[in-house]
Structures are given as structure tokens and as C-alpha cells.
């Protein structure tokens, strides 16, 4: 087993943060890759962020109303294999 840090993903147009406006999975839910992870919104649009992996969902940064930065860790995943050492 590994541990996989997922960062929040370039949304595009020069979209620098998101506000979190909903997590669609709790710390200890089994997650599978591309199902639902949260909400965001930008000034420009609210954008569903998927899962990039499949795994355990181990921490979540961020509660719903906070800023997370383009590139922040916002969640950990415990997957098979070996993870990304973070």
C-alpha cells in the first residue's frame, strides 16, 4: 500500500483558487478513480474535481467555504502499490 497526494488541478482560463463547496466522500470512504471527489467554484464557473485514483480516502483539506490555491494538496488517497512517497 502507498499513499497518493492529490493536488487541486489547473482549472484553466487563469483560474488561480476555488472555494470548496461540497466533498463527496468522507476520510476512511473507499473511492474509485473518476467518481465524484468535490466541488469547487471559481469566479467563473462551480467544476466537479473527479478522482484521479482508486484507494482509501485518508485526509481532505479544506472545509466547505474555505480557498484552496491551484496546487495545493487537497486530498490523500492510501492506494495499491506504491503511492507518491508524500
Same mark, same amino acid.
Given at each position: 500500500m502507498g499513499l497518493?497526494?492529490?493536488r487541486l488541478p489547473d482549472i484553466g482560463? +487563469?483560474?488561480v483558487?476555488?472555494?470548496v463547496v461540497e466533498w463527496?466522500?468522507?476520510v476512511?470512504?473507499?473511492i474509485v478513480?473518476?467518481?465524484p471527489l468535490l466541488s469547487v467554484m471559481t469566479d467563473k464557473a462551480t467544476v466537479e474535481i473527479p478522482s484521479p485514483v &482508486? +484507494? &482509501?480516502v485518508t485526509h481532505l483539506s +479544506?472545509?466547505?467555504g474555505d480557498i484552496l490555491p491551484v496546487g495545493e494538496v487537497c486530498a490523500q488517497f492510501e492506494i495499491d502499490g506504491d503511492g507518491d512517497g508524500s
Open positions: 497518493h497526494s492529490f482560463e +487563469g483560474v483558487e476555488g472555494e463527496f466522500v468522507a476512511g470512504d473507499a478513480e473518476d467518481q &482508486t +484507494g &482509501t +479544506g472545509d466547505v
